[in-house]
């Protein structure tokens, strides 16, 4: 069965610190994997997403993550922190022909000054 | 302009209470979600409709009920509210099933609390 596990619920940097949210997959075939961000009392935003072009994939706001397979990883990041990236990060795996997203746990992330 | 929007944003209620909430999108997509974020903020998928049709139905209690009127509708009703229905719900769309370019877009949520 395909799934996500994200490791660390709660991260905190420093503003201008790298930034690493850590998410790993399990799926049987091919995945498309995507990351949302919500912030405080808001719905979910995307971020970016892996459709099996590119393995190093861009998105919003600075963030970009890789697919690695022979790790079963989609790691976020982004080289400098700001205030403004407080929120929670929520990775997610497509399943099947439905467009069912199966996402996981969450990762909170505080940046402090 | 907003894409996907729900009403009401915030819902009290008591037990044993029948609601619904409202899902609307302008993004001319042909499929909507509801999702549940409990309050550890764990998001599960509990329906999906295309073009109208009943496509993903979880494990949900038969108290919750969706119905979509047209493509841009999916409403989701409830009876006999229980405490542990309290929970945020969103709604989302994309523009269909299984292309890469199908993103799902979500509102903006209606936070249910069953008193």
């Known amino acids: 069965a395909q799934s996500v596990t994200q490791l660390g619920s709660h991260v905190s940097v420093s503003e201008g610190a790298l930034v690493l949210l850590r998410c790993n997959y399990s799926?049987?075939?091919?995945?498309?994997l995507f990351w949302y961000v919500q912030y405080p009392n808001q719905g979910l935003q995307l971020l970016l997403k892996?459709?099996?072009?590119?393995?190093l994939v861009k998105g919003i706001n600075g963030f970009e993550a890789e697919f690695k397979k022979s790790e079963t990883s989609f790691h976020l990041t982004k080289p400098s922190a700001h205030m403004s990236d407080a929120a929670e990060y929520f990775c997610?795996?497509?399943?099947?022909?439905?467009?069912?997203?199966?996402f996981g746990a969450g990762t909170r992330l505080a940046v402090h000054p | 302009d907003t894409a996907v929007s729900q009403t009401p944003k915030y819902l009290v209620t008591q037990m044993g209470n029948d609601k619904s909430i409202k899902c609307e999108q302008n993004?001319?997509?042909?499929?909507m979600y509801w999702y549940k974020q409990d309050s550890k903020k764990f998001l599960k998928i509990m329906f999906s409709?295309?073009?109208?049709?009943?496509?993903i139905n979880e494990t949900v209690p038969n108290r919750f009920s969706p119905k979509s009127p047209d493509k841009a509708h999916l409403n989701l009703h409830i009876n006999s509210l229980e405490l542990g229905d309290s929970a945020v719900y969103f709604c989302?769309?994309?523009?269909?099933?299984?292309?890469?370019?199908?993103?799902?877009?979500f509102g903006p949520g209606t936070r249910l609390t069953v008193l």
């Open positions: 997610a795996v497509r399943l099947g022909g439905y467009n069912k997203l199966i």
């Open positions: 409709y295309n073009n109208k049709e009943l496509i």
């Open positions: 993004l001319g997509h042909d499929t």
């Open positions: 989302a769309s994309s523009h269909g099933l299984a292309g890469v370019t199908d993103t799902q877009y």
């Open positions: 799926s049987s075939v091919p995945p498309y």
């Open positions: 892996y459709t099996s072009a590119a393995t």
